[in-house]
């Protein structure tokens, strides 16, 4: 919290940066606003292949978040916080955080990102926000998770959730990627979560997980927009074929996949819901840094 005198230069904060609510200056001009960001400490990294990498870190004891939801993380850079938005893949139960991040190597924030060590800092804007949340979506059956690439973080974090398998009697994740090298960090997070006291009776009665590759052999392979229109994935899984009285869907991954999907979907008959009105469908796009 800053105790200094006022120092603005129209609404910012000379010191952090952050916008300050007029109301939040004293009599004798103090500011008494708390700085816009966490400074979280990483408590450990995994690079997963050359472009996808995942890591720890603490969560302060204030930071509320509700799974699926997205905050902006980032770095210090040049003393300057550089942020982008990132969807937790820490259930909101936990007392760390986790991400899920791709690398891209002229990426702004991405290039200092995939460098970080145990121990190194990390800003973690104060404010969860996002619709990828079960109250936007209308009472239903069966929730699909449709996701692609990094697009499983907020996945991740809403298997996490007993709500979910209270609210939904089947969960069908789906991860599509380009290489199988690319699922681990899915494959071993619900091998895991198979193995967890709480959750293992909890997914084999419930969660079906899908993963499936473009670009080489696998077990199950094409688009996931291409595998809902064939039929493919629920034939692969023996369930039923979409159905508007009990499907709800949450997706996450490209622009170019969500757009497609967002069509699929619409010419069926089901909306999409919001933070104001719940629907049958709901979007997040995934983060990209080119
Ligand atoms: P594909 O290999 O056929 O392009 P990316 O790494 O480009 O984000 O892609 C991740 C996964 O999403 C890949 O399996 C890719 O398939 C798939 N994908 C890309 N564009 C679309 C789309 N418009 N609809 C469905 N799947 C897509």
């Known amino acids: 919290m800053h105790g200094e005198i006022l120092r603005l230069f129209r609404g910012f904060c000379f010191i952090c940066g952050e916008e300050i609510d007029r109301s939040n200056i004293n009599a004798i001009g103090k500011i008494k606003h708390m700085s816009a960001f966490y400074r979280e400490k990483v408590l450990s990294v995994r690079h997963w292949t050359d472009t996808l990498f995942s890591f720890r870190a603490t969560r302060d004891t204030g930071f509320r978040f509700q799974n699926g939801q997205f905050a902006m993380i980032g770095l210090e850079i040049d003393g300057r916080p550089l942020l982008r938005a990132y969807s937790m893949a820490s259930a909101n139960h936990e007392e760390e955080l986790e991400f899920f991040s791709i690398k891209v190597a002229d990426g702004p924030l991405t290039s200092h990102l995939q460098k970080i060590r145990e121990g190194d800092i990390i800003l973690v804007g104060r404010k969860a926000t996002g619709t990828l949340v079960t109250d936007n979506l209308l009472a239903g059956e069966r929730l699909l998770l449709l996701s692609t690439g990094t697009g499983l973080a907020p996945f991740a974090s809403l298997i996490k959730d007993p709500d979910v398998y209270e609210r939904f009697d089947s969960i069908v994740l789906v991860h599509g990627c380009r290489q199988v090298s690319e699922l681990s960090y899915g494959e071993e997070l619900v091998?895991?979560?198979?193995?967890?006291?709480?959750?293992?009776?909890?997914?084999?009665?419930?969660?079906?997980?899908?993963?499936?590759?473009?670009?080489?052999?696998?077990?199950?392979?094409?688009?996931?927009?291409?595998?809902?229109?064939?039929?493919?994935?629920?034939?692969?899984?023996?369930?039923?074929?979409?159905?508007?009285?009990?499907?709800?869907?949450?997706?996450?991954?490209?622009?170019?996949?969500?757009?497609?999907?967002?069509?699929?979907?619409?010419?069926?008959?089901?909306?999409?819901?919001?933070?104001?009105?719940?629907?049958?469908?709901?979007?997040?796009?995934?983060?990209?840094?080119?």
């Open 191 to 290: 091998a895991k979560l198979r193995d967890d006291e709480l959750f293992g009776p909890l997914l084999s009665e419930k969660l079906v997980y899908y993963p499936t590759v473009t670009r080489e052999p696998f077990r199950n392979r094409g688009r996931i927009t291409d595998l809902i229109t064939s039929h493919q994935l629920f034939d692969d899984i023996g369930q039923p074929p979409l159905d508007i009285a009990s499907d709800r869907i949450m997706m996450c991954g490209s622009p170019a996949m969500l757009g497609e999907l967002r069509q699929l979907f619409e010419t069926r008959g089901f909306t999409e819901g919001s933070n104001n009105e719940p629907g049958h469908f709901v979007i997040e796009k995934a983060f990209v840094e080119r």
